[in-house]
């Protein structure tokens, strides 16, 4: 499903990706761990269309990320820091723009079944702004999700969760992943990160530093090897 | 096939539009601020110049593009601001859609709010000013000149948006570029509110039209550009 060979990605001076190699195949759920500033952020959003890598290719799906970005972007839900919501809409209208954005078919069902998914169906009416921290998350996985993507990018989706909704999360996206989509969910969180994936990796100063199926990997001993891993200069 | 890529593409330039109305109907930030700026801006001219007669018929379109101008710039800078916030633009550009039906559809609501203003400034200039411009080729022009100044607009307030200092960026880098249309505008209500037929004041007519075909088209040209990493 993701083919990146050797994708490198400067701004100015600074080097955030150093020659990336990653393969993911269709149905895989992967957790890139990393601390703050390795280039998960970069990563993701080089796959999503956002960013364009100065160097190296990538394939989402068989098709070439630079060249075929519309057909590449409809395969791909993204889920960012922010929520990509319109606070003066409420959860219903910004969703019903997502679908218009994506041509989702029978959108209204589809709008009311990812909100009863992600538990907003009562407050599907309410305006963002007047939705919680977690609430706000949910509704962007919602809008993630809208469109049946094959393709889940999901940056740092725990951030301002607190454990019951961060636990919800992670129903969710062990149910996605149930559903044969392919899920990269990038997180500095290591205990989170790892009991979901079925394959970690670590990125660190640009570079997949640590590439393991998740039935390798004992936590405590992930951790020690984690924290000297990203002490080190490569 | 064609014919269904046209009509995918308008459907996603009017969810954009229909969006940003929907947005403005419950916040009323952009209309608003734009509103109340043209109000007392129109009200300070009204008092510090004694437009009666033919000294109202010659200043007259300065002071209402003026105000437009200035009003317009305000809005541009909010509509696109919105769009930042909660990463809005982040998620347009996300979508499997052309990056010119995202211009297209934030431009066209920057014109909707735009000649919203303009509708309601018109009466209330005219009863200030005692000057009619609430007629169709005085519309015409409203019209070609707020479509060049809301597409050079959104271009460049999508430049500026991610600058540290945008409220100043966007005036800086838009009154220079829009002083062709504004001169033509201007030129052009004069000459209708100075009794002169559509066909008389042609030439700055078509210098109207040839600056929102050129800007229109720049636009498309590059925005993909402006708003991708």
């Known amino acids: 499903m993701i083919e990146a060979r050797n994708v490198t990605k400067s701004f100015g001076p600074r080097t955030a990706l150093a020659g990336v190699d990653l393969s993911i195949a269709e149905g895989e759920l992967v957790t890139l761990v990393g601390p703050n500033g390795a280039g998960k952020t970069t990563l993701l959003r080089i796959l999503a269309t956002l960013s364009r890598p100065s160097s190296g290719t990538v394939r989402i799906g068989g098709l070439d990320a630079s060249r075929d970005g519309e057909r590449v972007r409809a395969e791909i839900g993204f889920l960012s820091h922010q929520t990509l919501l319109y606070d ?16 989702v078919a029978s959108d209204r069902a589809r709008i009311g079944e990812v909100l009863e998914r992600v538990g907003l169906g009562m407050r599907r009416h309410d305006r963002v702004e007047t939705l919680s921290r977690g609430m706000k998350q949910r509704l962007a996985v919602a809008r993630a999700v809208l469109h049946h993507p094959r393709l889940l990018l999901l940056d740092e989706p725990y951030s301002g969760l607190d454990a019951e909704a961060a636990d919800r999360l992670t129903d969710l996206l062990v149910e996605l992943g149930r559903e044969r989509r392919t899920i990269l969910l990038a997180t500095h ?11 970690v990796l670590i990125l660190h100063q640009g570079r997949v530093v640590y590439d393991q199926p998740r039935g390798a990997i004992e936590l405590p001993g992930f951790a020690q090897l984690y924290r000297a891993m990203t002490s080190q200069e490569p | 096939m064609i014919r269904g890529r046209a009509l995918q593409f308008l459907r996603r330039v009017a969810a954009i539009v229909e969006k940003d109305i929907a947005a403005e109907l419950h916040s009323k930030e952009v209309v608003s601020a734009m509103l109340v700026f043209s109000v007392v801006a129109l009200m300070i001219f009204s008092f510090a110049l004694d437009l009666r007669g033919e000294m109202a018929e010659a200043a007259a379109p300065g002071v209402l593009w003026a105000t437009v101008v200035f009003a317009g710039t305000l809005g541009l800078s909010r509509s696109l601001a919105r769009e930042q916030q909660s990463g809005g633009m982040e998620g347009l550009l996300l979508a499997p859609v052309d ?3 995202i211009f297209f559809g934030k431009a066209a609501g920057n014109f909707v709010f735009m000649g919203v ?14 000057v009619p411009l609430l007629r169709a080729d005085v519309l015409l022009v409203l019209v070609l000149g707020t479509v060049g100044y809301a597409a050079v607009g959104t271009l460049l307030a999508a430049m500026a948006v991610n600058t540290r200092a945008r409220e100043v960026m966007l005036p800086v880098l838009l009154l220079p570029l829009a002083v062709p249309v504004l001169i033509g505008a201007v030129q052009a209500t004069r000459g209708l509110v100075e009794g002169a037929t559509l066909a008389e004041v042609g030439s700055w007519i078509r210098i109207l039209v040839v600056y929102d075909l050129v800007i229109v088209a720049v636009s498309l040209l590059t925005f993909g550009s402006v708003v991708e990493e």
């Open chain 1, 88 to 103: 003066e809409l409420t959860g219903e209208q910004n969703l019903r723009f997502y679908a218009r954005m994506y041509e």
């Open chain 2, 117 to 130: 203003v303009e509708v309601a400034l018109l009466p209330l200039f005219s009863a200030l000013f005692d």
């Open chain 1, 189 to 199: 969180r290591l205990g989170r990160g790892v009991s979901v994936g079925q394959r």
């Open chain 2, 99 to 101: 990056r010119s039906a």
